[in-house]
């Protein structure tokens, strides 16, 4: 009954707190430091979400940009953030590297957005055979119903037309 009080508690609140944090420290050092450009040092827990004003989210990572290069590495709690700024890095990271930064991390809304994992589509599916499938079949469609050319505008016009005419038609029925 002594560890329910108030005097019995603070020992044990101790452990867990320290424990929580040697935790936290093993699990980020193992994931972190080899395979991540440099950044600001995280805090336990909570990562760099104290170092970052979210006001002025822009001006913090102008400031990060100039402290560590155009690519560094945050912590937002336990998920690690690679930002990249500048036009040269970014074309970099997308056009030479497309395949490496192709794919969308797992989220765990996009699983309800889908009746299942076929069902991502093109913006939510991941980077890899089927999303290639899916666009493939898109852009073909697309081009079948005359994406790109200027036919596909005088069509659309004419049957906006039609449908006016039969809208005037029915108008107070």
Not at 12 to 23: G, P, Q, S, Y
Not at 54 to 73: A, C, I, Q, T, W
Not at 91 to 110: N, Q, Y
Request: proline share 7%; with cysteine; charged share 20%.
């Amino acid at each position: 009954m002594e560890l329910l009080t108030g005097t019995g508690l603070w020992p044990a609140a101790i452990f867990t707190v320290i424990f929580i944090l040697l935790v936290d420290l093993m699990h980020r050092r193992q994931r972190w430091a080899a395979r991540y450009p440099p950044g600001p040092a995280p805090w336990p827990v909570l990562g760099n979400l104290l170092q970052l004003d979210l006001e002025n989210m822009p001006y913090s990572m102008y400031k990060l940009r100039n402290r560590y290069g155009d690519v560094f590495s945050l912590q937002m709690a336990w998920k690690p953030v690679i930002v990249i700024n500048g036009l040269k890095a970014v074309r970099e990271a997308l056009v030479t590297c497309g395949e490496d930064t192709a794919d969308r991390p797992k989220m765990p809304m996009f699983q309800h957005f889908g009746h299942g994992h076929k069902a991502q589509g093109l913006a939510f599916a991941p980077y890899g055979p089927e999303w290639r499938e899916q666009r493939r079949f898109s852009v073909s469609t697309l081009r079948n119903f005359g994406l790109g050319r200027k036919s596909l505008e005088q069509w659309v016009t004419e049957e906006a037309g039609h449908l006016c005419d039969a809208l005037a038609d029915q108008a107070g029925r």
